[in-house]
């Protein structure tokens, strides 16, 4: 397909097939226009196969792929899949939050905070889902986040977080995991 001409393959040595078939052609303009449609030709085959490849997984993906729309105030979920040095792969939580919507940026951009103090970050709506949670606005969210982040340094419980509260500390206005 590249060069036009079939490739040389070891095998053809042993069968002494003709390795020089422009000499078949009585002129050198019939050979360059036998190698003209022969490769328009081969080009046609190979756009219509990369047409339908590319309809084929457009419709894989489409199947597959899930459309969420967030409104601002809503509660997510972030997808933060690095791991802290020392810790296991296996048992570490994936999904972070609650975060808030803050703004829509694109119809797959948003910017969303942690709390009301937090720097926002921008993310991908792949990288979020809704939050299930017991709380259910970010007004809540805020004014817990607020009163933890004035009790600096302390170590307590988080309430009504999630089923299982786990005991953390405020550290330079974020939460962390107290160690076991």
Known sequence: ML???EARIPSDLLTERDSNDSNSYR??????????EKLSEIHDIARETLKKSS????????????????????LVRRSQPKIAKGTKQKLSQIWTG???????????LYQIKHS???KPV???????????GTRTTGQEL????????????K?????????NPYPCRVDQERYIKRPK
């Not at 002129?27 to 003209?36: I, T, V």
């Not at 309809?55 to 809503?74: A, F, M, P, S, T």
């Open 142 to 153: 805020t004014e817990h986040c607020e009163k933890e982040a004035n009790r600096k340094n």
């Open 27 to 36: 002129y050198e303009a019939e050979y360059l226009r036998d190698l003209q």
């Open 155 to 163: 170590v307590y419980q988080i309430k009504v977080m999630s089923r």
């Open 3 to 5: 060069h036009g001409r």
């Open 116 to 118: 009301k103090n937090s």
């Open 122 to 132: 921008i993310i991908h709506a792949d990288n979020l889902k809704p939050y299930k």
């Open 55 to 74: 309809e084929r997984q457009k419709r894989n993906y489409d199947r597959i792929v899930r459309e969420l729309n967030y409104d601002i105030g809503d």
């Open 98 to 108: 609650p975060w808030i919507i803050v703004k829509r940026l694109s119809e797959v």
